[in-house]
Structures are given as structure tokens and as C-alpha cells.
């Protein structure tokens, strides 16, 4: 059995802590093995100015420490982990999710605030949810980490932000948060929330010290998830939302899929067996694109490559 671990991660103090968190448990289930923690700047974290809908933008770096065998698992937001992994690698393990939702940091809730009101996101996704919800505040891009987004609101700079709750939470922040965004205007990024652990497909050892902390529940979710995503055509710029939930042995699962103007928001749902999770996101994927998905998606593309 394998005695030593190195985990890959990001450098920022989020990534760090997502790492910390994943490695306690790896040793509340191996108690003697010995592990360290190597940084690793990735692109999006070199230029804050690249947008998030970019394909393993903070994930490729990661991924060739992995292939290269410097690193034994790397530790991501399972919501920057594109649908296809590279050849050799696979999804290892996934973590119990924490909170899901997005969370608004601002001067007042997202209801009281003024018409006019500037709200920093990075996320076309939740750009279009928020002009739906609250057609009169103004949505800014903004950059960097969950620390700098937040002094912008303290500066006066943003009269709020929306950024993932379960990013909060683990900054032990929850205080700061002005309001937990509700799912039924707000559906999250895929795989929001959870952490993977990524390794190579051959490493038997790494497998054997990893899978036992991997979270049935959450993996299923997470799976048709990235089904309807990869099914449904996104990874480009369309805005595209998914949200499992698993109850006994049934599994429902809400998908969003909007234009990039914001102008068609599509959302429907489907549910099964939770064992069939990844048919579970097909179907909803199929559902959708019969809905008038596929066309979103292609003029999303069609943008991109222009």
C-alpha cells in the first residue's frame, strides 16, 4: 500500500482549504499516510480578465501535473471540471456537497435594493437569472478571488455580489452573507458546491486510498448533471444550469438552458431511478433540446466563433 500522497490544488486560500478538506478525510480513512500539498497557478488564475465559460481554464495545469506523475490527485471545484477529462484520467472521487445555492454578499437583500443597484458576477448564468428576477439592477463582470469580489462591495464600488454559497462556507464566512439566492430563480452551475478528486485511470493504488471517501449521493446527482450538460451541448458560452436532487432512490433533476441576451430561459425537469442517474441527464438533455435548446446552443457557438 502506497505510503506517500502528493495532492495537487490551486494556490488561492479557497482551493487551499478545498484540498485540506479532501486530505482529512483521505486520512480519517488512512491513517498513516503521509501527504503533501503542491501549489499549482492555473490559467485562470494567472489572467482574472479570461472568462469562466472558457473549457479547464483553471483545471488544465492540474490535469498535465496528473499525466506527467508529479502530482497523485488533484483537487478541483467539481463545477470547473469540464465533461471530458482527458484520456488517462478520470473523476476518482466526489465530496458530500455542501450548499448548493449562490449567495448575494450586498447592502440590503436582493428584493430591497435599489432599482439601479450594481450587481459583480462573473457568470453569464447568473447575470441572466438576476435580470430576470430583478430586471432593474445592473449586472457588472468582475474578477478575482471570493476576497477581492467582496472588498469591492466594501469599497463601495458594487452594491453587491453573487458568489457561490459553499465557497463561503468553506472561507468560514457564512456571516457575510447577505442571502441564499432561491434555487427556483437561481439554479446553480453544474456540479456546484461538491469537490472532485481527479487521478489516473491506471493507478490502482491511488484508487484503493481515494474511493472510500467518494459521496454516493452527491456522485449521482453530479452525474446526471454533467450528463445533461455534456447531452445538452454546453461547455461554450450558452448559459446552461443543472441541479440533482436524490431522495430514498429517486432522483429529480432541473436543468436551465438560456440565450446568451437572456431573452429565452428554458427549464424543465426530469426524474427516475437514482442508479440511472447518467440516463436521467440524457433524457433531460433530449427533453430540452425538443424544447428549443439546441438552437440556444448553436447561436451560443455561433457567437463564440466570431
Known amino acids: 500500500m502506497r505510503q506517500k500522497l502528493t495532492v495537487g490544488s490551486?494556490?488561492?486560500?479557497?482551493?487551499?482549504?478545498?484540498?485540506?478538506?479532501?486530505i482529512a478525510r483521505i486520512k480519517e480513512a488512512n491513517p498513516d499516510i503521509e501527504v503533501n500539498i503542491i501549489g499549482i497557478i492555473t490559467t485562470g488564475d494567472r489572467d482574472h480578465r479570461i472568462g469562466g465559460t472558457l473549457t479547464a481554464i483553471f483545471v488544465k495545469e492540474l490535469e498535465q501535473a496528473l499525466l506527467d506523475g508529479r502530482i497523485d490527485i488533484a483537487v478541483h471545484s467539481l463545477k470547473d471540471l469540464p465533461t471530458e477529462l482527458p484520456p488517462g484520467l478520470c473523476l476518482l472521487s466526489v465530496t458530500e456537497r455542501l450548499d448548493s445555492r449562490d449567495a448575494l454578499v450586498a447592502k440590503a437583500r436582493l428584493n430591497e435594493l435599489a432599482a439601479?443597484?450594481?450587481?459583480?458576477?462573473?457568470?453569464?448564468?447568473?447575470?441572466?437569472?438576476?435580470?430576470?428576477?430583478?430586471?432593474?439592477?445592473q449586472a457588472h463582470p468582475i474578477r478575482g478571488n471570493v476576497d477581492t469580489r467582496l472588498r469591492k462591495v466594501a469599497s463601495g464600488e458594487f452594491?453587491?455580489?453573487i458568489v457561490a454559497a459553499a465557497a463561503m462556507l468553506r472561507l468560514g464566512w457564512k456571516d457575510r452573507i447577505t442571502e441564499y439566492l432561491p434555487l427556483e430563480y437561481f439554479l446553480p452551475a453544474v456540479g456546484q458546491g461538491a469537490l472532485a478528486i481527479e487521478a489516473?485511470?491506471?493507478?490502482?493504488d491511488?484508487?484503493?486510498?481515494?474511493?472510500?471517501?467518494?459521496?454516493?449521493?452527491?456522485?449521482?446527482?453530479?452525474?446526471?448533471?454533467?450528463a445533461f450538460l455534456h447531452a445538452v451541448g454546453g461547455g461554450c458560452r450558452a448559459?446552461?444550469?443543472?441541479?440533482?436532487?436524490?431522495?430514498?432512490?429517486?432522483?429529480?433533476?432541473?436543468g436551465?438552458?438560456?440565450?446568451i441576451s437572456g431573452q429565452k430561459i428554458l427549464r424543465a425537469s426530469e426524474e427516475g431511478n437514482a442508479t440511472s442517474a447518467e440516463e436521467i441527464g440524457?433524457?433531460?438533455?433530449?427533453?430540452?433540446?425538443?424544447?428549443?435548446?439546441?438552437?440556444i446552443i448553436a447561436e451560443a457557438r455561433s457567437h463564440e466563433n466570431r
Do not use: C, F
Not at 491511488?206 to 454516493?216: F, Q, T, Y
Open 116 to 137: 439601479g443597484s450594481t450587481i459583480g458576477t462573473g457568470s453569464l448564468r447568473r447575470t441572466i437569472q438576476l435580470m430576470s428576477y430583478r430586471p432593474g439592477l
Open 10 to 22: 490551486r494556490g488561492s486560500q479557497l482551493a487551499r482549504l478545498q484540498a485540506e478538506s479532501v
Open 282 to 295: 440524457v433524457r433531460l438533455a433530449q427533453r430540452m433540446q425538443g424544447m428549443g435548446a439546441a438552437e
Open 159 to 161: 452594491d453587491g455580489v
Open 200 to 204: 489516473r485511470v491506471d493507478d490502482e
Open 256 to 259: 436551465m438552458v438560456a440565450s
Open 239 to 254: 448559459p446552461v444550469a443543472a441541479l440533482g436532487a436524490v431522495s430514498g432512490n429517486k432522483l429529480r433533476l432541473e
Open 206 to 226: 491511488i484508487a484503493n486510498l481515494v474511493s472510500p471517501i467518494n459521496h454516493l449521493l452527491t456522485r449521482q446527482s453530479i452525474t446526471a448533471e454533467r
